[in-house]
């Protein structure tokens, strides 16, 4: 089953926000028919916990701005290796470097269809 393009646009402004903060190993992941209470994750990491901030921010800034979308919930803000917005139609996840590898979410949902966010290959 494929994603919305509601979902599918929120999902690449959340890419393109996270890329501006840097964050690295952005995925987007179809997870629908896997899990069946959300659409879609994104999952990207970044090297420390202020960054890790200033990525959830700027998220947070851009998919208000261009949707009026806010999380229904936060988790892990006051962690600061894994945070988790969730907007109920989509999922995304900030990961410290370190802990991405321990969780190994791209190992969970290997056999899910990857999502196109037309970010640049550098993202």
Same mark, same amino acid.
């Given at each position: 089953?494929?994603?919305? =393009?509601?979902?599918?646009?929120? /999902? @690449? ?13 952005? +995925?987007? %992941?179809?997870?629908?028919? @896997? ?6 994750? /994104?999952?990207?990491? #970044? ?11 700027? +998220? =947070?800034?851009?998919?208000?701005? #261009? $949707?009026?979308?806010?999380? /229904?919930? @936060? ?13 109920? $139609?989509? +999922?995304? $996840?900030?990961? $410290? ?7 190994? /979410?791209?190992? %969970? ?11 640049? =290959?550098?993202?």
């Amino acid at each position: 089953m494929a994603i919305t =393009e509601l979902v599918l646009t929120e /999902l @690449r402004t959340a890419a393109a926000a996270a890329a501006d903060k840097l964050a690295t190993n952005i +995925v987007g %992941l179809d997870v629908g028919e @896997r899990l069946g209470i959300t659409d879609a994750f /994104l999952v990207c990491s #970044a090297p420390s916990e202020r960054q890790i901030g200033a990525i959830v921010d700027e +998220v =947070e800034r851009q998919l208000k701005e #261009a $949707h009026g979308s806010s999380p /229904l919930r @936060r988790e892990g803000r006051g962690t600061g290796t894994w945070v988790l917005l969730d907007y109920g $139609h989509m +999922v995304i $996840h900030v990961q $410290h470097e370190e802990e991405r590898a321990v969780y190994g /979410l791209d190992r %969970l949902y290997a056999d899910v269809d990857k999502v196109d966010l037309q970010l640049p =290959e550098t993202a």
